[in-house]
């Protein structure tokens, strides 16, 4: 099976902060996502990275994909109450024959960013 | 992209009953999902369904717990057969719009059974 391990689970700072959510698996992907989920709604896609070693900027969000495509990191720099949310990490699924459609998702980062 | 309507937003059912969930999208889409996301846990696909056809599951999954329906290239239900506590969770439709574009997920339908 494909897992995607994502740490810390929880995470609450102040306003201001710099933090990295980490997601890894001890499988190879060919591309992973990243999700925000914010209460009652559902995923939004952040980015999707596919290359080994790739860095992926959104504004104060850059996203990194390790060399071997088996890890991925979100670092956020100066957070703000509304980057608060669940952070998901996703990748294609083992039967998905690499298709984005059909994903495996980690348990998520639950970010809480305070004022 | 692509407005997804999910009904209803949420629910509190009995033991023993069935509730269809609703998945509505505001343009035609090639694919469409089925997502679970219990509390703690990832989110887990259910199964694809298939315009017109039966939808494929996924392993641990079966059709006569979770009978799905797509008419067309803009609907789609979920019925959650028999329910029990253990299937207190979100219920969350995707759709892909073409090949190699985003998914797009509802807001989802929290269920909760007693």
């Known amino acids: 099976t494909q897992l995607l391990e994502q740490s810390p689970q929880f995470l609450s700072i102040q306003e201001g902060e710099n933090l990295t959510v980490y997601c890894n698996s001890s499988?190879?992907?060919?591309?992973l996502q990243w999700y925000r989920q914010e209460p009652g709604e559902g995923p939004v896609l952040l980015v999707t990275?596919?290359?080994?070693?790739e860095v992926k900027k959104l504004k104060r969000l850059t996203f990194q994909f390790g060399d071997a495509r088996k890890d991925s990191s979100l670092h956020i720099t100066a957070a703000q109450p509304g980057d608060t949310g669940l952070y998901l990490c996703?990748?294609?699924?083992?039967?998905?024959?690499?298709?984005?459609?059909?994903?495996?998702f980690g348990k998520g980062t639950l970010l809480t960013v305070n004022p | 992209s692509a407005v997804i309507s999910q009904k209803p937003s949420r629910d509190i059912c009995q033991r023993g009953t069935s509730l269809t969930i609703q998945c509505q999208v505001d343009?035609?889409?090639?694919?469409m999902f089925w997502y679970r996301q219990q509390p703690g846990q990832s989110l887990t696909l259910i199964a694809t369904?298939?315009?017109?056809?039966?939808?494929?599951?996924e392993s641990g999954f079966v059709i006569d717990k979770f009978p799905i329906s797509r008419p067309n290239l803009t609907f789609s239900t979920l019925t959650v057969s028999n329910m029990s506590p253990e299937d207190s969770s979100i219920y969350l439709c995707?759709?892909?719009?073409?090949?190699?574009?985003?998914?797009?997920f509802g807001n989802g339908t929290r269920l909760t059974v007693t």
């Open positions: 995707s759709v892909g719009v073409s090949t190699n574009s985003p998914l797009h």
């Open positions: 499988s190879v992907f060919s591309s």
């Open positions: 990275v596919v290359t080994g070693g």
């Open positions: 996703a990748g294609p699924a083992i039967n998905s024959g690499g298709s984005n459609y059909k994903l495996t």
């Open positions: 343009s035609q889409v090639t694919m």
């Open positions: 369904a298939n315009q017109g056809s039966e939808a494929t599951y």
